[in-house]
């Protein structure tokens, strides 16, 4: 399966409860070449999950354009969703034993997801698939999943979301409650997929991942707030103008802080806090020029 991308435009996803809506994602913006990794991290109750349930075609957005590969996600009907992800797109939710059906043994659990997606044959062999997360020995793979160690649960229920090949890969917190060794070997498993052509995104609070990812996409509340590309950490300037500071620059400019915000000629720009608010530091910011690719 060719690498899938994902362009996200304006993206608002609203979760209508009795009485009160809350709004989840608030106009995310967000590209993800195909093949690229990606993990997005954020505070709790950011909307990190809700953006990869609207990315998996499980949550239709309120408003907003979503394509993942050749998928308008904001148009399609549940039935061309769930054929997306049959196909093209491969989900791990949060606790591996969601992904799992506990009275098959590991194989059985592949051989499962590639029949309900309807690939009787022309697929990969369950024992390859495993053989991606390091699963292929019959001493795993002919176990059921409450015979596995937690990482090696967690890798099954990747392999599970890995069944029918798809180029693009969805994982929600798939090292949480890992011991170290345990986590490494998930992370190794998702760079591995990274660099053999599978685009990943991974929510997740584990900076190990985020490292292991290359990028990072930081939400807050509801949109990008922030990335990290190479070690960087960038701001993100949201469609309104709207920029989430850091928060070290928080501390020097708390919410209601009055800024003059100046470009300079040289492409950068300085936001001077007014003479009565603070500690007269202003931050410089990078220019728009000097994010790199
Ligand atoms: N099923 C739901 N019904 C109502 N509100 C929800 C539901 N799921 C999430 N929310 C709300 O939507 C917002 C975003 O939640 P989401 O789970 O996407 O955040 P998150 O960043 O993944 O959090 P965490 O890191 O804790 O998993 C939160 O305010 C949350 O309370």
């Not at 939710?93 to 044959?121: C, H, I, K, M």
């Not at 999943?145 to 890969?169: E, H, K, M, T, Y």
């Not at 986590?183 to 991942?209: F, K, N, Q, S, Y």
């Not at 701001?235 to 800024?259: C, E, F, I, K, N």
């Amino acid at each position: 399966m060719a690498p899938v991308a994902v362009t996200c435009r304006g993206v608002v996803y609203i979760y209508r409860l009795e009485g009160y809506d809350v709004v989840a994602l608030s106009g995310v913006d967000l590209d993800i070449a195909a093949g690229a990794a990606v993990a997005l991290l954020g505070p709790s109750g950011s909307g990190k999950s809700t953006l990869l349930g609207v990315l998996a075609g499980l949550l239709p957005p309120a408003a907003g354009r979503v394509a993942v590969g050749g998928h308008d996600l904001a148009k399609a009907s549940m039935a061309q969703r769930a054929r997306m992800r049959a196909t093209d797109v491969g989900v791990s939710l949060q606790g591996a034993d969601r992904n799992l059906l506990p009275y098959l043994t590991a194989e059985q659990n592949v051989r499962f997801a590639q029949q309900v997606a309807g690939r009787r044959r022309g697929g990969s062999p369950p024992r390859e698939v495993l053989a991606q997360v390091g699963l292929a020995d019959r001493r795993w793979s002919s176990q059921r999943p409450d015979r596995l160690a937690p990482g090696q649960r967690q890798r099954l229920a990747l392999a599970v979301a890995l069944a029918n090949q798809p180029g693009l890969l969805l994982a929600d917190e798939p090292t949480s409650q890992l011991d170290r060794a345990a986590r490494d070997e998930v992370i190794a498993v998702l760079a591995g997929l990274a660099g053999a052509g599978c685009t990943v995104a991974v929510v997740t609070h584990d900076p190990a991942v985020g490292a292991a990812m290359g990028r990072t996409v930081t939400i807050r509340d509801g949109r990008v707030g922030a990335e990290g590309r190479l070690g960087e950490e960038y701001a993100v300037v949201g469609r309104d103008g709207a920029l989430h500071l850091p928060t070290a620059a928080m501390a020097q400019l708390p919410p209601g802080s009055l800024l003059q915000v100046v470009p300079q000629p040289d492409g950068g720009v300085l936001l001077r806090p007014a003479a009565s608010d603070v500690d007269p530091a202003a931050a410089q910011l990078p220019g728009p020029g000097s994010a790199a690719a």
